[in-house]
């Protein structure tokens, strides 16, 4: 987890659950309540839409935390609903990206765009960036001139 720990991780997810919250609440509103070695703990409460599924709100916070620090990479554990508007969700942080993974969510940030919005574009749209993608690492990396 290199780049982001103890304090900065914790600072993240704080910045992290502001946006969430500033956007999705009070359908869906976040709150820290434990900071683990590995990862963090966040109840989620709201009336959420249920037609979306609720696991959506929690992979959204994964989007709004990644999208401030893209150095690492977080997953949902574990979930268990704490009462009939409230759900318990534990985050675990993993190790780095593999350096392409990495080189790609440089590539995004330059141009502006957000991972998230890659993900939920068309299969047509995903082509299109991933080819500018890949001139972008041969434009990035030119074979060395004999």
Not at 26 to 40: I, Q, R, S, Y
Not at 55 to 66: H, T
Not at 81 to 87: I, K, L, T
Request: aromatic share 14%; hydrophobic share 35%; net charge negative.
């Amino acid at each position: 987890m290199e780049g982001v720990r103890g304090n900065d991780l914790n600072e993240l997810v704080l910045r992290a659950i502001e946006v969430y919250n500033r956007y999705r609440s009070p359908e869906a509103t976040a709150k820290l309540v434990e900071m683990e070695k590995d990862g963090f703990v966040i109840v989620f409460e709201g009336a959420f839409c249920r037609s979306c599924g609720v696991r959506d709100y929690f992979e959204d916070f994964i989007y709004e935390l990644e999208d401030l620090n893209g150095n690492f990479r977080v997953e949902i554990k574990e979930t268990e609903q704490a009462g009939p508007q409230s759900f318990r969700v534990k985050y675990v942080v993993n190790s780095d990206y593999s350096d392409e993974e990495a080189l790609f969510r440089e590539f995004l940030q330059e141009r502006c765009l957000f991972l998230k919005e890659y993900l939920e574009s068309n299969a047509c749209t995903k082509d299109v960036i991933k080819f500018h993608f890949r001139t972008w690492l041969f434009e990035r990396n030119p074979k060395p001139e004999k």
